[in-house]
């Protein structure tokens, strides 16, 4: 049963979450990212919809994640590899 513990709460303690905000914010992100592909996909079929839909997409769910962290919370897991993406 520890186990099973750790793997659900490991990673969302890593980042100061608890496993339900974590899977809220996990979701969020989820779904927004969805949504954003999709008008991606209709703009390069129809390139005068959605022209920032992506853009602003990444840019807002980068400033959430990354500029917005609480300071309680660890690096990215980019940062502690010493690997970039």
């Not at 980042?15 to 809220?24: C, K």
């Not at 996990?26 to 022209?51: D, E, N, T």
């Not at 897991?77 to 690997?83: I, N, P, R």
């Given at each position: 049963?520890?186990?099973l513990?750790?793997?659900?709460?490991?990673?969302?303690?890593?980042?100061?979450?608890?496993?339900?905000?974590?899977?809220?914010?996990?979701?969020?992100?989820?779904?927004?990212?969805?949504?954003?592909?999709?008008?991606?996909?209709?703009?390069?079929?129809?390139?005068?919809?959605?022209?920032?839909?992506?853009?602003?997409?990444?840019?807002?769910?980068?400033?959430?994640?990354?500029?917005?962290?609480?300071?309680?919370?660890?690096?990215?897991?980019?940062?502690?590899?010493?690997?970039?993406?």
């Amino acid at each position: 049963m520890d186990a099973l513990r750790k793997l659900f709460l490991e990673h969302p303690r890593s980042v100061g979450e608890t496993y339900a905000e974590h899977m809220a914010a996990a979701l969020s992100f989820g779904c927004r990212m969805i949504a954003a592909g999709c008008a991606c996909l209709l703009h390069g079929l129809l390139p005068f919809l959605f022209v920032k839909t992506g853009s602003s997409t990444v840019r807002h769910l980068h400033d959430e994640m990354i500029t917005h962290r609480s300071r309680g919370r660890a690096a990215p897991e980019w940062l502690d590899h010493g690997a970039y993406i």
